[in-house]
């Protein structure tokens, strides 16, 4: 059966997500050398300066993980009714998005970090809506 009207924001908060880190993690991958440089820069004068491939690397994987298992909870609530993935990309999701604002502090890119709150916000709410629904 499909449960697709009456988890509509959640839904569309899922979507939200999944096109955020999907599209994300691909700019990433396919203009790795651009990114990898443009961070090199943003992090040259912080602790993070010698660690920014594998956090970049760390990134995409999680940014990955979370659009996956974004569009695997679209299909488990749209045809069984059931959030529990839907929970764990809006969780890992939040998880991504505070490694990214943890960056964006360090880096002391204020207006970055302001940025990634916007993108926090409705994950945190997407996360409250999974939590206080009755399924």
Wanted: hydrophobic fraction near 55%; aromatic fraction near 12%.
């Amino acid at each position: 059966m499909l449960h697709f009207e009456n988890n509509l924001t959640v839904l569309i908060l899922l979507a939200f997500l999944c096109i955020t880190f999907i599209q994300s993690a691909l700019d990433k991958l396919i203009d790795w050398k651009g990114n990898l440089e443009w961070l090199k820069g943003h992090f040259n004068k912080s602790f993070l300066k010698n660690t920014v491939p594998f956090l970049l690397v760390t990134i995409i994987v999680m940014e990955v993980i979370s659009g996956v298992l974004g569009i695997w909870g679209i299909m488990d609530i749209i045809h069984y009714n059931k959030p529990s993935v839907a929970l764990s990309a809006a969780v890992v999701g939040c998880i991504t998005l505070l490694m990214l604002l943890f960056g964006q502090r360090v880096a002391k890119d204020y207006d970055g970090a302001r940025t990634i709150v916007i993108y926090l916000v409705p994950a945190v709410l997407l996360v409250f809506f999974l939590e206080m629904s009755t399924w």
